[in-house]
């Protein structure tokens, strides 16, 4: 299965590790579909960023969708 | 839902039933399609239906007596459209537009004796079924015996071209054929069914057994002879000739397919509709008459066609934000419901639309067959729930309120103060005590004040949030708990502020006593000391939840009378009463809809509003009218401020002000203290005005921020932006992820963003 990619240069970086963030392979899953995409990440703790504009677009979208189905 | 249930709401539903002039006429010609086409102008559209519909349009277009006249809903204003005129104006204005297909020929050999105008259109309408017809007349041409005085009104040629148009069709005409015992008797045996004109053949004296036609199918005999048209004389129509013709043509076809001559044969002729059509905002217009005395020119045409009013219904639709946003009318809209829920796999299309219903009724009141919107929708919902098909994000946001209502931090129950029991029990309802909740207090100390036995205090839900989203365990639990808490109290009677809480307990706790809290005040001798009268007109905003309460709407009437209120009717007063928004959860499951219901509302009166349901009020207030609660008038607030002022509090303020007010009443009615506040509200927020209006149209409570960052600081788990020093944080109370942007300052936290995904991040799995 083919990971879509979210990931962009962020500011943000990991409070609690000291780390930058990194693309990283992550499953979401909502009502049973599991969704393989790649989102910024720590690379130490695993904190995964949702942006806002991820939030509030492709991914309330996808929700929307699957709701429907 | 099942086919038959499906079948009889859609029969609920007039609006496609045929305009009343259609209905009128036995060729079902659609006459308000023609007056719309030559209202534009159209003459070819208006030919074109006329083709579509009537046998040789350029004869019976001419020469009908146009019973649709009649029945033309415009006499109810002044007079009648002169239909026949202008079909007469279409017809010489215009050459054939359509020309009706022929189906492939099928066999079935058909003699038609008789060429007056019901063997004309019987012959065309079976050939261009594909039959084999024969037409024979005595006559050098067409038409019959059909007197000067009609024909003076047609073309020369216009029988010539009607014989060209039938030979188009395949129909073999013979001129000239004397039709004696012995022609008629070989039809009969040469044939396989036998059309009779009566206009050219005396059917008294049929060489062959018959009866008069029989009404229905026009059959003489059960060998397929059929007879139709009358000789000239005092009662001879010619658009009877037409429809008996067209009548004929459909027995011949049954009989030679061999079912059923006689079955749905109701709606065939002229018929009565069960359309209904207002005709409350059609202006008088005069009827136009040709200038010429005898034909309309094109102007004139136009001008009288565009006096149909296009007879509809869409009574509801017009006063309904709902059905006018997905533009349906309940037909079609019955029709989706009952789709999206037969859906096996794939997208569930009408979910929203199923959600955004308010289910206030206002439009079974209005419809003239009392169509039940609100339990189509509410029973689809269920549905959806019970086959877990309902979408999560649509009644979440309610649902989560109504548990943190019910749950320790805003519920309380208690007998009044320093009594052990209660005669009645005040129920303000979680709306209310949300958004005024000093009212709530002024006005259980009057009640207390003023009724004798105890009047104890119940904050709580009644549970209809769950009710209209269809989750029947979670309201029934509700109401379980409602009902053993009235048991626990004695049954005492429950006096409701609000209307919605009210019309629930009535219905689904029918054994115990209740009543309005405007009831109770308007029985009272006097009003509360401190109340004050408006200084301004109102106009009094009825909620949804009071159409079946004529009795408490005119207790509000009274209190508003002895307050002094110069009070003013809105234009869907009473049982018309628009829902805010807030019904059926239609603001949660559809925002942008919510909205616009509140702005209808809003709109239906200059005068400022006056409210006596909370959430009428918030609502209208949020749509930018300036609103008041009644309650502010009888229990001014102690600052003193003008009620017509205060701002929709919102879903932060309100949720807020419910446990707030659980606290205030415990501390100084019954000098108890509340359970202790969770941690995370001690937190300090600073949130701009501009993102306070964000957070709410997103359903953020402040409450949520507030969890964030106290799980954030908590546990130091936030993401860090060194160019501002801003903190992001997330945190998963239950389904829904929040995320918070912010920047810990000594003053408290400020809030600088917020928002939501429903989707599972790996790390919040369990």
């Not at chain 2, 209120?565 to 559809?590: R, S, W």
Request: overall charge negative; hydrophobic content about 40%.
């Amino acid at each position: 299965m083919s990971t879509l990619s979210f990931t962009h240069p962020t500011s943000w970086r990991c409070a609690a590790c000291n780390q930058d963030l990194q693309p990283q392979k992550v499953a979401v899953t909502y009502l049973h579909s599991v969704f393989h995409v790649e989102l910024m990440a720590c690379s130490q703790c695993g904190f995964v960023l949702v942006p806002e504009d991820l939030a509030i677009g492709k991914m309330l979208e996808v929700e929307q969708l699957l709701e429907d189905k | 839902m099942d086919q038959q249930a499906l079948r009889a709401l859609e029969a609920c539903c007039v609006q496609e039933e045929p305009p009343f002039c259609s209905a009128a006429c036995p060729l079902r010609v659609d006459v308000r399609a023609f007056m719309a086409a030559l209202t534009k102008g159209d003459t070819r559209s208006a030919r074109r239906v006329l083709d579509r519909h009537m046998p040789f349009p350029a004869i019976v277009g001419r020469l009908c007596e146009a019973p649709c006249q009649a029945a033309c809903k415009r006499i109810e204003v002044d007079s009648t459209l002169a239909i026949g005129l202008l079909e007469r104006y279409c017809v010489a204005a215009t050459e054939q537009v359509l020309k009706p297909p022929k189906m492939p020929a099928k066999g079935g050999r058909v003699a038609v004796a008789g060429g007056g105008l019901f063997g004309m259109t019987a012959a065309l309408d079976l050939a261009r079924k594909g039959r084999e017809v024969h037409l024979f007349t005595p006559a050098k041409e067409l038409g019959g015996t059909l007197e000067e005085k009609f024909r003076s009104h047609l073309p020369d040629d216009a029988f010539i071209q009607a014989a060209s148009t039938l030979s188009g069709y395949g129909a073999h005409l013979h001129f000239q054929v004397r039709l004696d015992a012995d022609a008629l008797k070989a039809f009969a045996q040469d044939y396989e069914a036998l059309c009779l004109d009566g206009n050219e053949i005396d059917m008294a004296g049929l060489p062959f057994a018959a009866s008069t036609p029989d009404p229905v199918t026009l059959a003489v005999n059960d060998v397929g002879c059929f007879g139709g048209g009358a000789p000239n004389g005092p009662d001879f129509q010619v658009i009877r000739q037409v429809a008996d013709g067209r009548r004929a043509a459909l027995s011949v076809e049954r009989f030679l397919q061999k079912v059923s001559l006689t079955a749905e044969r109701e709606r065939e002729g002229s018929i009565s509709t069960r359309l209904f059509t207002s005709i409350e905002q059609v202006q008088p217009q005069a009827a136009i008459l040709p200038a010429s005395g005898a034909e309309y020119n094109s102007t004139e045409a136009r001008a009288e066609a565009s006096r149909c009013i296009q007879c509809e219904c869409l009574e509801c639709v017009k006063q309904c934000a709902f059905l006018q946003e997905f533009k349906e009318y309940p037909k079609t809209l019955v029709r989706r419901v009952y789709n999206n829920l037969s859906i096996v796999q794939g997208t569930r299309s009408a979910n929203t639309m199923i959600n955004s219903c308010s289910l206030c009724s206002q439009c079974t009141i209005i419809c003239p067959h009392d169509f039940p919107m609100a339990a189509l929708c509410r029973d689809a919902r269920e549905r959806m729930v019970q086959t877990e098909h309902m979408p999560p994000s649509a009644h979440d946001f309610a649902l989560e309120e109504m548990r943190f209502t019910l749950g320790d931090a805003c519920s309380l129950a208690r007998h009044q103060p320093g009594m052990d029991a209660s005669r009645y029990l005040f129920f303000p309802g979680c709306q209310l005590a949300g958004s005024a909740p000093e009212q709530v207090s002024a006005t259980y100390q009057f009640l207390m004040d003023q009724l004798q036995g105890g009047v104890g205090l119940l904050l709580s839900c009644c549970g209809i949030p769950a009710q209209w989203a269809g989750d029947e365990a979670l309201f029934q639990e509700t109401l379980a708990s409602l009902q053993a808490t009235l048991d626990a109290f004695g049954k005492p009677e429950l006096i409701c502020a609000c209307t919605s809480c009210l019309a629930l307990v009535r219905k689904h706790l029918p054994a115990y006593a209740s009543t309005s809290l405007w009831e109770i005040l308007a029985a009272l001798e006097h009003l509360p000391p401190e109340c004050r009268t408006p200084t301004q007109p109102l106009a009094l905003h009825d909620p949804c939840g009071a159409r079946d309460n004529a009795g408490l709407r005119a207790s509000v009437r009274q209190l508003c009378g002895r307050l002094g209120v110069q009070l003013h009717d809105t234009t869907m007063p009473e049982e018309l009463a628009d829902c805010c928004g807030y019904g059926g959860l239609m603001q949660f499951a559809n925002q942008p809809l919510g909205r616009k219901a509140a702005t209808v509302k809003a709109g239906r009166s200059e005068y400022p509003a006056l409210a006596y349901c909370a959430m009428c009020r918030d609502n209208v207030a949020g749509a930018g009218k300036a609103s008041a609660h009644l309650l502010e008038y009888l229990f001014p607030g102690k600052a003193g401020d003008d009620p017509l002022e205060r701002a929709n509090p919102g879903f932060s303020l309100r949720h807020e002000n419910r446990s707030r007010l659980k606290e205030q009443l415990m501390h100084s009615l019954w000098q108890e203290t509340a359970g202790d506040a969770p941690a995370h509200s001690a937190l300090r927020l600073i949130i701009a005005p501009d993102l306070t209006s964000l957070l709410e149209s997103r359903h953020i409570l402040h409450e949520d921020v507030q969890k964030v960052i106290f799980h954030a600081e908590q546990g130091g788990n936030y993401l860090l932006n060194p160019e501002n020093g801003h903190r992001l944080a997330k945190y998963k109370p239950v389904r829904v992820t929040y995320w918070v942007e912010y920047e810990a300052t000594d003053n408290g936290f400020i809030v600088h963003n917020s928002y939501s995904h429903r989707m599972v991040l790996p790390e919040a799995l369990p």
